[in-house]
């Protein structure tokens, strides 16, 4: 599989982003290995871009070691900078999960109510309101109500 080529512009976007990541793969005195190859192409599938740290002093070594990942992997070499090598590879799409029609599940709700008197500490109690539950105005719980809607537009739908 060819590496996938950038352009300047997006080399340089890439490299932006790059900047605050911290090493997550560290190459050490054996090189490139099988069990590194499988670290970085884990590493490219969770987070797309990643930093390589390498041990190695030479320059000619780290270079075509970026280049070996890139191919083996598929992914873009970004930047070669010092003992740190930048990669990176679109993200895959997500397996969705079983039910994309969920509907969300309960919440915690402050509710705040303050004294009458301006010297005490309002109250504060957390309640959990579930997904057919609203918070009125003064604070209470109510079911939502299934909305009527008119026997003309029903005939319309239909």
Known sequence: MPAIE???????????EAHHLDPVVMIGADGLTP???KETDAALKAH???KVRMFSDDRTTREAT?????????????QHIG???VLWRPLPPKASGE???RKPGPRTVKLVSFS?????RPTVKKVKVFGNER??????IKRAKARATSVKKKAQQD
Do not use: Y
């Not at 300047?8 to 890439?14: D, L, M």
């Not at 970026?66 to 970004?78: I, T």
């Not at 009458?116 to 005490?120: L, Q, R, V």
């Open 116 to 120: 009458k008197s301006g010297t005490h």
């Open 6 to 16: 950038l352009t300047p512009a997006a080399r340089k976007e890439k490299r932006g």
């Open 66 to 78: 970026l280049a070996q990942l890139a191919d083996s992997l598929n992914a873009a070499p970004v």
């Open 99 to 101: 039910k994309d029609d």
């Open 135 to 140: 918070v009125t105005a003064g604070g209470q």
């Open 35 to 37: 069990a590194i190859v």
């Open 48 to 50: 797309g871009l990643i």
């Open 83 to 85: 003992k740190l090598l």
